[in-house]
DNA sequence: TTGTATGCGTTATCAA
DNA sequence: TTGATAACGCATACAA
C-alpha cells in the first residue's frame, strides 16, 4: 500500500513493466481488454506515474514559471490568475517565484531554473530596463521566455504590455481638461521599463498642451509605504500640485492617506488619476478615477505566446499590446457618481 | 554550449562523475582543489544540476505545493506570499493550484500529487467540512498535509485558522452596542468550516443580548458577484437589516455596491462589520469597519508547521489559532476616524 | 581522495 | 500485441 509504481502494477498483473506503462501513453498499441484490466488496477492502487521518472525520461517538465515582482498586489494576482488558467487547462503544472523586486532574486531565480526544471517561464522584470543578455542563456537551452508588463527592451522574446503610453498621455490630458495646471507624476523607478514609457506619455501630454515640464514635479517614490508617505509629503507641502499621475496603484494610495493627512481635499484641492487593478476603485472617497490595465488578459494571453513557443519550432516573437482603459471618477472629475449597476 | 551535465564537466575536467557530482554535494569527502576547479568549470559553462534526476534519485523534489480556492483575493495573495517567503528560504520550490472554489478541482489536484511531485500540500480547502477520508491516502504516501484558515474537521493534520467564533461574537456584540436591533449575516456557505463557526459566533452573540435569532437574517449568497447582487438587493428591500455582519470580504463590497444603489446609507440607515484582508479598508466610502486576519502570518505558520513535518519523524499535529483584530471604522461607528498615520 | 558500478521509475527501441 | 533491454542524469555504496 505504500509504494505502487509500474513495476508492482506489472507483478501484480503478471505483465512486463512496458506493456503497463503503454497503458498509460496515448499511442501504443495495446490490447483494449489489457489496457482495461491495467488502468483499473491502476485506479485501485491509486497509482500516478514518478513524475521524476517521467521527466528524466522525457525531458519535458509540464511545468512552466511564473516570476514576479511581487504577490500581493492586485495586478499581478490577476495576471497570475490568467496564466494559471491557461496552464491548468493544457495540464501543466505552475511554479511561482517572487522577487520582491529585488533584481539579484530575479537572476538567482532564473539561473535554478536552467537546469530543465521547466519548460518555459512567464516573468514581469524586476530590473531596469537594459543589458540581460544572461536572459539569451535561457533561449541556448531552449526555454522560452516570455515577458508580461514590465519588460526588458534589449531582449528579443514575445512580449504582453499595454498602451502605457497612451494611456499615460490621455490621463494627463484628461487632467489638463479638468483645469490642473500643475500636474505632478509619481514614479517608482524611471529606469524601469513602465515607469520610462508612462512618464513619456506625462512628458508629451504637457508639451501637447503648452505646459512647461518641471522636473520637480516628477516625484521619485520607492516601494516602501512609510518612505513614500514622507515622499509624498514633502513633495504636496513643497510643490503644492493641483493634480497627480501616479504611475502606479500603490502611490495613489500613498497619496490618499498624505492627502487625508494634511488636509488637502481631492479633487477640490488635487486631482488624482492612476494606474491601478483595484476592483473597488468606485468605493474609495473619493471614487478614483483610474487607467484599469486588463490583469486577467495579460496574464492569459502571456500563457497563450509562451504555449505557441513551446509547441511550435518556428520561434515566437510577438509583442501583443493590449489597451488600457480610462475610467475617470470622482477623484478627477469633481462629479459625484452614481454607482450604479452590480460593481 | 547545449547540454551540460555531470558527464561533460567530467570529461572536460578528467575526472569520475562520481567526484564532479560530490562537488556539489555538502558532505561528502572530496579535495578542495579540485572542488573549486569543478565549481569554476561548473560556473563557466552555467551548470546547474538536473532536478529531475536529482529527485529521482533522492526521493525528494524541494517542493510543495499551495492549494487555494482563489488567486484574486487579498486574503489568500498575502497568505501566499507568506508561504512563498519560508519556502524560498528553505530552498524550496512553490507550486500553485487554484480551485476556483470547486471541490473536483481540489480532489483532481491532490491526485495527481500523489506520485511524489512534492514533498509536502499546504491548502485551503474548498469543499464542505465533512467525509475527506481521501486525503488520508496522502498520510500513507508519508506526503504532509497543512491546512491553512479552510480547514477540514475530520481531518487529522495540522492546521492554522483565526479565533473565528470570538472574532465574529465580538463583531456582533459590537453592532449591538452601536445599536442595532437587527443584524443581517451574510454568509457563502453555512458547510463550509469558516462559514459555519462566524455563524456560530454571530448566533451566540446575539443569544447573549437576548435578541432572538431569526434564520430571515442569514443571507446565502454565492460566489459570483451578480448574483450577489440580486441576492442582497432582495434581502435588504425585504428584511429592512440595520447592521451587516459579512462573512467574508467580497460580501461586504457588494453590500456597499448595493447600498449606494439602493441609496441606504452607511452607517445611517445600516452600519456594516466585515472580515476582509483589505489594506485600505479605511480609505473607503465610508471606511469600511473590518474583522482583519493576519494573512501573512498564517501563510508562514502554516508553512512552518509543513517544514516541522517535513524534517521531524514524530507526527505534527498542531492546531494553531491566530488572532484577528476587529478595527471598528465609519461603517459601523458613524464616526468620521481621521485616517493619520502613514496607512 | 577518487573511481566503478548500480539503481531511482519511466519510456522507447527492438525483437519475439 | 507483448517483453527484454537500454537510457535519461544523478548520487551513493563500495572498491581502489
Known sequence: MDRVDIKRLAEKLNLSTSTVSRAFRGNSDINPETKARILSMAKEFNYQPNHYASNLREKKSKTIAIIVPELANNFFSQAIHGIERVARDKGYHTLIYVTDDEYQKEVAFIDKLYNGR???????????????????????????LVFFDRVYDDINVPKVTTDDYESSFAATRHLIEV????????????????GNVRMQGYHDALKDAGIPYNTHLVIDCSNDYDENFDILSKALNEQHPDGILASVERLAISSYYVCHNLGIRIPDDIKIVSFSSLEIASLLNPALSTITQPAFDLGTNAAELLFRALESDAPVNDHLVLSSKLIPRTSSTGVKTHIGGKG
Chains 1, 2 share one sequence.
Open 179 to 194: 483645469g490642473c495646471k500643475k500636474i505632478a507624476f509619481l514614479v517608482v523607478n524611471k529606469s524601469l521599463s513602465i
Open 118 to 144: 521547466v519548460d518555459g517561464i512567464i516573468m514581469s522584470a524586476s530590473g531596469e530596463a537594459n543589458d540581460h543578455q544572461y536572459l539569451n542563456r535561457l533561449g541556448n537551452k531552449h526555454i522560452p
